[in-house]
């Protein structure tokens, strides 16, 4: 029988790591799941065969087009709609496995049903699928059903997903204009440099007879020649910078740097704070609210998070909670969360309303980020308008300035 290697985490949300024999990777799961833990990691040893069933693949990649954020998001709040309505969950999920058009989500969809009517519960079919279904969604699950309030829970979860979405759509639809604006500028230059320039180098050496060029005019003519015969170590160079970046971002120190960057760079680190304190609260609010415990949840909502400083700064305050502290003390000490977060949480505990006041942090961030990306908008448009202008009309000043001259000296 194969030996398995697991990490997981308990409910107290520490890692725990050891070895169990199964006859394959989802028996393996199981079981771990059995012993109360949530495990992150399942691996068979060097040598050892998992057993993989026909017809199906775990993680959403049977067949047919991947399961998207958005799908997911839809099905979460009709089976809610469903258990809200009094059907049987069931009954629920056989409803949404028939009605479901993605044949990859129906195939997942129907085995999660059937497990349910084997006896397996609902979060325990989901951990079979950790691809499409992420931590911070079994868990939930698996605290409504503790509770009896999985409706509830459900509905809960489509908000978040929902509100997760409509942010993050709202932020690359900020993002899509400059992009198009930058991509239409280069290959306007690269066309000029490739196609117009040399045709009018050609002219100023008929015309001119080796007279000296203006110094812009000679700037652009040079790196004209340098792309038109250098084409492909032009090419080359570009993606060299691009995948020494690439390599760069993947190092401790480069990924350090660049998180590092990211929150302090005028106007976009304002927003890519406020997004990770957004998100931050709204996903441990919602953990909390449905009944996760404190340190579980702390652990969920790290993974969550995008910034490596954040992560690291949730790490410490989940380590003070879990030595007894009160959780704003631990924030206080961590600089990337302002003091009126902090300040507001502290509220939350003394009143015995954290989760409520954490979603109310996030409600207040989510609109800070909508003002941000607004005004962003409003401040890169114009800037990319001007440095496509600028650019291009150098080139274009570059080549008449010689022919300005001879229509001088002809006059």
Do not use: C, W
Not at 11 to 16: A, D, I, L, T
Not at 218 to 246: E, H, K, Y
Not at 250 to 255: L, M, Q, S
Not at 271 to 279: A, V
């Amino acid at each position: 029988m194969p030996n398995f290697q697991y990490k997981a985490i308990d409910q107290q949300g520490r890692e725990k790591s050891g070895s169990l024999d199964a006859n394959q990777k989802e028996d393996a799961i199981d079981n771990i799941l059995q012993l109360g833990l949530m495990p992150t990691s399942v691996k068979g040893e060097k040598g050892a065969k998992t057993k993989k069933k026909k017809g199906k693949k775990k993680g959403g990649f049977s067949f047919g087009s991947p399961i998207k954020h958005e799908a997911l998001t839809t099905f979460t709040r009709q089976l809610a709609t469903l258990l809200q309505a009094g059907l049987p969950l069931l009954r629920s999920l056989e409803v949404m496995a028939r009605q479901e058009r993605n044949p990859a989500f129906k195939e997942i969809l129907t085995t999660i049903s059937d497990g349910v009517k084997s006896g397996t519960s609902f979060s325990d079919s989901l951990a079979q699928y950790p691809k499409i279904f992420d931590r911070l969604y079994i868990n939930m699950i698996k605290a409504g059903e503790a509770g009896g309030v999985l409706d509830t829970v459900l509905s809960r979860l489509a908000s978040f997903m929902e509100k997760s979405v409509k942010t993050k759509k709202k932020i690359q639809s900020a993002m899509i204009y400059p992009a198009v604006v930058l991509t239409v500028a280069v290959l306007i230059v690269v066309l000029l440099m490739i196609v117009v320039v040399p045709k009018f180098q050609g002219i100023f050496q008929d015309m001119l007879k080796g007279a000296p060029l203006p110094l812009p005019t000679q700037i652009v003519i040079n790196i004209s020649d340098f792309i038109t015969n250098n084409f492909l170590l032009f090419v080359g160079s570009l993606a060299l910078i691009v995948f020494g970046f690439i390599i760069f971002k993947r190092t401790a120190f480069g990924n350090k740097l660049l998180h590092k960057f990211a929150i302090s760079i005028p106007k976009l680190g304002d927003l890519n704070r406020m997004g990770n304190i957004s998100r931050f609260s709204r996903t441990f609010g919602t953990l909390l609210s449905s009944g996760v415990p404190i340190l579980q949840a702390l652990t969920i909502t790290r993974e969550i998070l995008s910034n490596l400083f954040y992560v690291k700064a949730v790490g410490n305050i989940h380590d003070g909670v879990r030595d007894g502290e009160a959780l704003a003390v631990p924030m206080e000490r961590e600089s990337v969360f302002p003091t009126m977060v902090t300040s507001m949480i502290e509220i939350g505990e003394e009143t015995g309303q954290l989760s409520e006041m954490l979603n109310r942090v996030a409600d207040n961030y989510d609109e800070d980020v909508d003002n941000a990306v607004a005004g962003l908008t409003s401040v890169i448009e114009p800037i990319m308008i001007v440095f496509l202008a600028v650019v291009v009309g150098f080139i274009v000043i570059a080549l008449f300035l010689p022919i300005v001259g001879i229509i001088e000296n002809l006059s």
